[in-house]
């Protein structure tokens, strides 16, 4: 199956529910592996926020993302009509700090996708297979959401607040072609002792009683019903029999489980996948759909390593030789440590480093015992990433890569004389401005050694450049 993006752009506009400012969002296409993007341009710069749960700020009444200073909030009714049209890449630009809350489902934004169109895109789609049981509980709350083998993507939530008015309640999605019908007309939900706390509190300045079902979970006499239409601009409201305030008529018997399941589908949207699996949610919330995020974005990342272990044939004529690579990389003895490149094309890269006991730093680290240094299984690996960037330059030469950060390093086994180290970078994001993000591995053998988050610069060189270099 190959990925999708968007014909043409297309834009909504509405409030945001906290803020109560006007907001345009406006979806544009956007080109293989980028993903979900959102972008402020309202902001200088017009910076850029990935939809990455590691993003994730705060999950109070919605999804919150902040890259930098940069932030959004409320993305989860966006992301879940994304996911459940099956668009794969898409930039989202956004005038200000929150999304459009509509009229609190993800269905104006699935119909302004379906007016844009879905257009086919040359690679293949990449899945996060659930290939085990996957779990995740919360023992206070009693929240728990569970990930199993399928053949497609299905879900099934259940909720229960302990109420008389929303008790049990069991929704379920069979398949993404369902979504559309069953899920994106389901709006939020909130009880009334919590929209009388949301008032006092000044938030739900965009909120409408036409985008949320308002749920009466206890007796309430006329004053107290005067009291609140007063505080939302309505005349009068009153609690029907299904112990609803009667500003809404329900959709469906199970509209709040099944806006739950739309809220889990947006959230679990972060790892960065479409999923193949089915979701077993109970008693779900955006703190938890997070949390669970993360954990499958743990094994997505480490089946993206095991199962991308490079195959390092000595026979195969290499990409570049060392001859090639020294013209383009500014390292020399004794600081050059990729030998070749077996592996080349536009968003990863593959290095060799053989090790042998002639290296320097051998002397020292250790004697009677040498052991290839961490930090500069890392430098080989920037190094490697180095070529990945500067060969998309006319004159690779002239550049130079400087480290900006480094997270997530781990070192998992020694690496020592005899043994060939293979280095492998992927880009974690598109190439902006010179700004280089990749998630490094390096292996022996089938085995990982090292591993970690790199982010560099290239920059052209002058003689005033700088020595952090990578």
């Given amino acids: 199956m190959k990925q999708f993006t968007i014909q043409k752009p297309v834009s909504v506009k509405g409030v945001g529910l906290h803020t109560g400012k006007a907001v345009t969002l406006t979806f544009k296409p956007a080109a293989v592996n980028h993903g979900y993007r959102f972008q402020r341009t309202d902001l200088p710069d017009q910076p850029v926020i990935p939809a990455d749960v590691k993003l994730v700020v705060s999950t109070n009444r919605g999804t919150t993302l902040r890259n930098g200073e940069a932030q959004v909030s409320t993305v989860e009714h966006v992301l879940s009509a994304l996911t459940g049209l099956g668009i794969d890449n898409v930039l989202m630009e956004i005038d200000g700090p929150e999304m459009p809350i509509m009229d609190g489902t993800s269905m104006p934004f699935v119909e302004a996708l379906r007016q844009a169109g879905r257009t086919e895109l ?35 939530v259940m909720i229960d607040f302990n109420s008389k008015v929303l008790g049990q309640q069991f929704a379920a999605l069979h398949h993404l072609e369902e979504y559309v019908t069953e899920i994106a007309p389901c709006r939020t939900f909130v009880f009334v002792h919590e929209l009388e706390k949301l008032l006092e509190m000044g938030l739900i300045k965009g909120g409408d009683l036409d985008n949320a079902i308002v749920i009466a979970d206890r007796k309430m006499d006329q004053d107290e019903l005067d009291e609140l239409a007063r505080k939302l601009g309505k005349q009068s409201v009153k609690v029907d029999s299904e112990g609803v305030l009667n500003t809404v008529k ?221």
């Fill in 250 to 470: 329900l959709h469906f018997q199970n509209e709040p489980a099944r806006h739950k399941l739309m809220d889990v589908i947006g959230d679990l949207a972060l790892i960065g996948k479409p999923i193949r699996g089915k979701i077993v949610a109970t008693k779900p919330g955006h703190t938890a759909n997070v949390e669970f995020a993360k954990i499958l974005k743990k094994h997505l990342v480490e089946k993206r390593r095991l199962f991308g272990i490079p195959k390092y044939d000595p026979d195969k004529e290499p990409v570049f030789d060392i001859i090639e690579v020294a013209k383009i990389l500014p390292h020399r003895y004794p600081f050059l440590l990729v030998d070749k490149v077996i592996e080349l094309s536009d968003h990863h890269v593959v290095g060799v480093k053989n090790v042998t006991m002639n290296e320097p730093f051998f002397q020292g680290h250790f004697p009677d015992n040498p052991v290839f240094p961490g930090v500069l299984q890392i430098e080989a690996m920037a190094q490697t990433g180095g070529i990945l960037a500067l060969n998309a330059v006319t004159d690779p030469g002239n550049w130079d890569t400087y480290f900006l950060k480094i997270d997530n390093a781990k070192f998992k086994a020694k690496v020592v004389p005899g043994d060939t180290l293979i280095l492998k970078m992927e880009l974690l994001e598109p190439i902006r401005r010179g700004i280089v993000h990749m998630q490094g591995t390096a292996y022996v053998g089938s085995k990982i050694v090292s591993e970690g988050e790199l982010t560099a610069q290239i920059i052209r060189r002058t003689k005033d450049t700088g020595s952090n270099g990578s």
């Fill in 122 to 156: 040359e690679a293949d789609r990449e899945f996060f297979v659930v290939t085990e049981p996957i779990s995740y509980k919360d023992e206070v709350t009693g929240t728990e959401l569970l990930a199993l083998p399928a053949d497609n993507f299905e879900a099934t």
